[in-house]
């Protein structure tokens, strides 16, 4: 008998993915303008002028050889260097090429994060709503997934419950903002008052927890004012895991990195894990084209303003409807109370209206549904009648 858990994760994709194949039978049944499909992060915008005028520029004067051929492990020493000096020249830091391991997205980047760290046992603790592949990534990696509640009605970090969830078998703390799915920001204080938490709880007891953030979607903030903390300017045993999926419009491309802070104690133990990990994994040398492409538009983002258009529209409109919504930061999701205590049984409903929405539940908040607004303005407009048909059907 093969291995049984990974047996029933090939079998049933997850709830978003499941959603999103149920879309796509839909729109051959019915037609695709007559389908409102909310279900997955799928950026719709195009990748910035940029990213076609370096990949031109790459592919004509490259050695063909070399462009197709293997990197170091970790990645081009180049490409790690530019970045490392962007990072630098951006938030402060003191990194170096040697501090970056390069990856095929912000999913390969968690998973070697995670195998590098945990031993068999040890826990993460993450804050809910999260993204339900954590646990996935997790349990992978021989750990024990451990969700704490955030604010009630904010979504914000509730410090007091990461507090009361750390043990001498936490490894690490892992946050996501701009959050996915709530689109909330944390705040530069409560940041601040993490790290200290984090540095009390190693006076106290001896035991190193790192602090993972991870970063797919940190360029993605609407508001001049809105600032996503770095966290390697608070707290030295932190990793950041970055993706340019969201940024540049480039999920399928499957390109992005992990940057190791050389300011914790055993940088060279940690990074020496990471590049184990990614050789254990088989997540060696991503791929070199892509690898060229970010060494040239590093400093590039997609127009993220239909996206904003795109938030305040939604937002607007089902506040009116009698929804519930906390107005995201930044992303390009809405976290929404479903109508009725169930989710599953609310997202259902809202097929009959063929409304495809996600049940918050595997983001580990009941009672939620969370709506992926990266999609085409018209489609926008067309739904809202079907929003609000919903919402007075349960008047």
Do not use: W
């Not at 410090?159 to 903002?177: F, R």
């Not at 001049?224 to 540049?248: E, F, G, Q, R, W």
Request: proline residues 4%.
């Amino acid at each position: 008998m093969i291995n049984q858990t990974n047996v029933q994760l090939g079998r049933k994709r997850s709830n978003i993915r499941e959603l999103f194949e149920y879309g796509k039978k839909r729109k051959a049944e019915i037609g695709e303008d007559n389908v409102f499909d909310f279900s997955i992060g799928n950026p719709s915008v195009p990748a910035p002028a940029e990213v076609e005028t370096a990949l031109k520029e790459i592919i004509q004067t490259y050695d063909p050889v070399a462009l197709h051929g293997y990197t170091s492990a970790q990645g081009d020493f180049s490409v790690r260097k530019t970045l490392a000096e962007y990072i630098n020249s951006r938030f402060g830091t003191s990194l170096n090429a040697d501090c970056l391991y390069l990856t095929c997205g912000a999913a390969a980047s968690l998973t070697i994060t995670l195998n590098a760290l945990l031993n068999v046992g040890d826990e993460v603790i993450t804050v809910a709503p999260y993204f339900p592949e954590y646990k996935v990534f997790t349990a992978h990696a021989g750990g024990k997934l451990v969700a704490v509640e955030s604010n009630d009605g904010t979504f914000q970090l509730d410090l007091n419950k990461v507090k009361a969830a750390l043990s001498d078998k936490t490894k690490a703390v892992l946050i996501n903002s701009p959050n996915n799915p709530s689109g909330v920001v944390y705040r530069e204080s409560d940041i601040k008052k993490l790290a200290q938490l984090l540095e009390n709880h190693y006076a106290e007891t001896g035991v190193r927890v790192y602090l993972i953030s991870d970063e797919p979607y940190r360029e993605l903030v609407f508001d001049k004012d809105t600032v996503v903390p770095y966290v390697m300017n608070y707290y030295a045993h932190s990793i950041v895991c970055y993706s340019y999926s969201k940024s540049l419009s480039l999920p399928g491309e499957r390109i992005g990195y992990i940057a190791v802070n050389n300011q914790m104690q055993e940088f060279s133990e940690v990074y020496a894990g990471i590049c184990g990990a990614g050789r254990a994994l088989g997540f060696v040398c991503a791929p070199n084209l892509f690898q060229q492409l970010i060494g040239k538009v590093y400093n590039k983002t997609s127009d993220i303003s239909i996206y904003k258009a795109n938030r305040d529209r939604l937002y607007s409109a089902l506040t009116e409807y009698g929804y519930t919504v906390v107005k995201p930061d930044g992303a390009f999701y809405l976290f929404v109370k479903a109508l009725e205590a169930d989710a599953k049984t609310f997202s259902e409903r809202a097929k009959k209206y063929e409304l495809l929405v996600v049940a918050g539940d595997d983001f580990g908040c009941e009672g939620y549904v969370r709506i992926s607004y990266c999609v085409a303005p018209d489609m926008i407009e067309r739904a809202l009648p079907a929003f609000k048909a919903l919402a007075e059907s349960y008047k």
